[in-house]
């Protein structure tokens, strides 16, 4: 029923190993507790914002409140689409696409993370390459970005597996610590050389003006 009103909760992205699709309200518990398990080696860190120090209650509630934000704030302009990873009907991780004046600048930006135990079995390159899908197939876009800590190799193999190009350094606070980060993107005609067939888009018709694409073949 909520979809009617934010059809959102519709948009999914399959691929024959695993979906993307926002989570519901009562999905999150679960992905709460992939978090708990663990993402990452506490000894790394590899986002900038390092939300996955914070105590458990804390971090909690400061990822429900994230999931909420991004559905809240959400306007054409500037956008954050949570994807949740599921496999077999279970959330396994986050694959979020952002972009800004998204109509004009046809970029988009990609943040992601599995738990523990789902990492290194394929499962990023797959998911990576959904949401590509959805960017270049579904919504147009011309120019995908990533960016990962030197130290990464995980989202630095991800990146370079899908075919993307290094286009730069910068730095970032991390732990309070400058810390080197690459930035990779990915073109539209490069995405096209490796464009796969087995990826189905469904629910983005009535998604289309939430992504600032008024037109079908804007
Ligand atoms: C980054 C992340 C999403 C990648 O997902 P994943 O399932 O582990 O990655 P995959 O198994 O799909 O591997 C993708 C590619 O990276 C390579 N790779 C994966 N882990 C690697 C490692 N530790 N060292 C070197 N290469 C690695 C794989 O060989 C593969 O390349 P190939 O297709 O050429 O063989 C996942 O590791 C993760 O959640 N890490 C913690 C959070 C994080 O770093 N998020 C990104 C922040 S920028």
């Known amino acids: ?31 709460l507790d992939v978090i708990d398990r663990g993402i990452h080696d506490p000894a790394t860190m ?56 998204f ?16 990492q290194g079995r394929g499962f990023g390159s797959e998911m990576r390459a959904a949401v590509l899908h ?17 130290d990464n190799l995980a989202s630095i193999g991800t990146s370079r597996s899908l075919g993307y190009r290094d286009v730069g350094r910068t730095t970032a606070l991390r732990r309070g610590e400058q ?3 690459v930035i990779f993107e990915l073109d539209r005609a490069e995405w096209r050389e490796r464009r796969r067939d087995d990826i189905e888009i469904v629910g983005l018709e009535r998604c289309r003006e939430f992504f600032g694409l008024a037109e079908p073949d804007a």
């Open 1 to 31: 029923m909520l979809a009617n009103s934010w059809p959102l909760f519709e948009l999914s992205v399959r691929t024959p190993r695993l979906e993307l699709r926002l989570a519901r309200d009562d999905e999150l518990p679960e992905l």
């Open 46 to 101: 590899p986002f900038k914002n390092p939300w996955t120090d914070l105590p458990r209650a804390e971090r909690e509630r400061s990822s429900l409140q994230w999931w909420w934000r991004q559905r809240a704030s959400w306007t054409p302009q500037d956008w954050t689409w949570c994807g949740t990873v599921f496999v077999e009907g279970h959330p396994i991780g986050s694959q979020d696409l952002m972009a800004s004046n």
């Open 103 to 118: 109509s004009t600048s046809r970029q988009v930006r990609t943040g992601s993370w599995l738990g523990r135990e789902y």
């Open 134 to 150: 959805l960017a270049f197939e579904g919504l147009g876009a011309r120019t995908a970005r990533s960016g990962a800590f030197l």
């Open 179 to 181: 810390a080197a980060l």
